[in-house]
Structure formats: C-alpha cells, structure tokens
C-alpha cells in the first residue's frame, strides 16, 4: 500500500508541470468567444429542450 501511494504521489509530482501546462493551454484554446458559445449552447440544449416541453403542455 505504501509502494502505491508513494508511486502515486511520485507520479503527481513529476506529472504535475505537463498536466497544469496542457490545461492552461486548453482552456486559453476554449478562452475564444465562438467556442465558449458553442459549448455552453451544447450544455445548455437538454434544459432548454425540457423548459420549452413544458410550455407547450
């Protein structure tokens, strides 16, 4: 147990820079105003699509 741990936090360590460098990278990618509406349009269409349903009842 103790091997895993510390191979996990080994791993945390040495993964760290890379994993915080590819996130910075997407979401300044994501940043871009066409794609924040995109992505919020294909999150927000169940919710939508359910609210409009009930108005139609």
Do not use: E, N, Y
């Amino acid at each position: 147990m103790k091997t895993i741990l510390f191979g996990a936090v080994l791993a945390m360590l040495l993964l760290w820079t890379p994993a915080l460098s590819l996130t910075a990278d997407t979401v300044s990618t994501l940043a871009q105003p066409a794609i924040l509406a995109f992505v919020l349009g294909v999150l927000s269409r169940p919710a939508i699509a359910r609210r409009v349903r009930r108005w139609a009842r």
